[in-house]
């Protein structure tokens, strides 16, 4: 679920995470469009974090040590990939060899695809395709500070206020203990994990797919797998119904990234998995 684009916004019922997503207009600190201000956005973040509820040791330990980080915003900006046509795209991101490791992973973990779709209605191939698209089948998650990248996003006017309420998810994993900041490592919009959730969606649909008493997505295949499938049926999968373009599924397709070459490619390598 890449900034790619899909997943605008994805719980817990807990209050902190209640008040972190709220009131994005109210955020204090000015945003900027290059690195020249950052430092003075730093310091106001901290003040509107206390407001909002989280403790000082959670500002300490994601706030206390953040960088402005160039990167992200080269690649906010060079999103060239979602203007090919599918065919193009689909020969860029390797869709035959997604659909060949996909069909050998469907059978190496059936009984793991079997109980996630009796779960949750989501059959293996729309999963399969997700996570080969996504980071290769767990082979690539990124390696960016994901807090320094989404307060370089959250300070950056372009999307300040979809970024802030992601830098506060964020916030919250590392203070409900699901994740420390030095686990919170991941690709450069700050997508965390073997599918790639965006932390509000991490923090509304993670699950416990092993059953070990954590929400691991970077390194529980099982709970990654798992939360992609609940995340899918949070937003309107429907058992048994199909999910090509026009069927009733679709859409949750469409809920994950809002580039419709991706929701395109996703379908068809998903259908070829499951044929």
């Given at each position: 679920?890449?900034?790619?684009?899909?997943?605008?916004?994805?719980?817990?019922?807990?209050?902190?995470?209640?008040?972190?997503?709220?009131?994005?207009?109210?955020?204090?600190?000015?945003?900027?469009?290059?690195?020249?201000?950052?430092?003075?956005?730093?310091?106001?973040?901290?003040?509107?974090a206390k407001a909002k509820g989280f403790s000082q040791r959670t500002?300490?330990?994601?706030?206390?040590?953040?960088?402005?980080?160039?990167?992200?915003?080269?690649?906010?900006?060079?999103?060239?990939?979602?203007?090919?046509?599918?065919?193009?795209?689909?020969?860029?991101?390797?869709?035959?060899?997604?659909?060949?490791?996909?069909?050998?992973?469907?059978?190496?973990?059936?009984?793991?695809?079997?109980?996630?779709?009796?779960?949750?209605?989501?059959?293996?191939?729309?999963?399969?395709?997700?996570?080969?698209?996504?980071?290769?089948?767990?082979?690539?998650?990124?390696?960016?500070?994901?807090?320094?990248?989404?307060?370089?996003?959250?300070?950056?006017?372009?999307?300040?206020?979809?970024?802030?309420?992601?830098?506060?998810?964020?916030?919250?994993?590392?203070?409900?203990?699901?994740?420390?900041?030095?686990?919170?490592?991941?690709?450069?919009?700050?997508?965390?994990?073997?599918t790639q959730f965006l932390p509000s969606s991490y923090v509304k649909?993670?699950?416990?797919?092993?059953?070990?008493?954590?929400?691991?997505?970077?390194?529980?295949?099982?709970?990654?797998?798992?939360?992609?499938?609940?995340?899918?049926?949070?937003?309107?999968?429907?058992?048994?119904?199909?999910?090509?373009?026009?069927?009733?599924?679709?859409?949750?397709?469409?809920?994950?990234?809002?580039?419709?070459?991706?929701?395109?490619?996703?379908?068809?390598?998903?259908?070829?998995?499951?044929?």
């Amino acid at each position: 679920m890449r900034l790619r684009f899909g997943n605008l916004l994805r719980g817990l019922g807990l209050g902190l995470a209640l008040v972190a997503f709220s009131a994005p207009a109210a955020y204090a600190a000015k945003c900027g469009n290059t690195s020249a201000g950052f430092s003075q956005w730093v310091k106001q973040a901290k003040k509107d974090a206390k407001a909002k509820g989280f403790s000082q040791r959670t500002i300490n330990a994601t706030l206390g040590n953040v960088s402005y980080r160039k990167k992200t915003i080269q690649l906010d900006r060079n999103q060239r990939s979602f203007k090919l046509s599918l065919n193009q795209f689909m020969k860029k991101r390797g869709a035959a060899t997604i659909v060949k490791k996909g069909k050998q992973y469907k059978k190496r973990h059936r009984a793991l695809f079997n109980s996630i779709e009796k779960r949750y209605g989501v059959p293996p191939g729309v999963l399969l395709a997700i996570w080969g698209m996504e980071t290769g089948f767990g082979g690539f998650l990124g390696n960016e500070d994901t807090i320094s990248a989404l307060a370089t996003l959250a300070y950056d006017c372009r999307r300040s206020a979809f970024f802030t309420r992601e830098l506060y998810a964020a916030m919250t994993i590392v203070q409900q203990g699901q994740m420390s900041r030095k686990q919170m490592r991941g690709a450069a919009h700050g997508e965390l994990g073997q599918t790639q959730f965006l932390p509000s969606s991490y923090v509304k649909y993670a699950v416990d797919g092993d059953r070990n008493g954590s929400r691991n997505l970077i390194s529980s295949k099982a709970d990654a797998l798992a939360s992609t499938a609940n995340y899918l049926r949070g937003h309107g999968w429907k058992k048994g119904r199909g999910y090509q373009p026009g069927q009733a599924n679709y859409r949750a397709i469409q809920a994950w990234n809002a580039a419709s070459v991706y929701q395109q490619a996703i379908a068809i390598i998903a259908a070829k998995i499951d044929s």
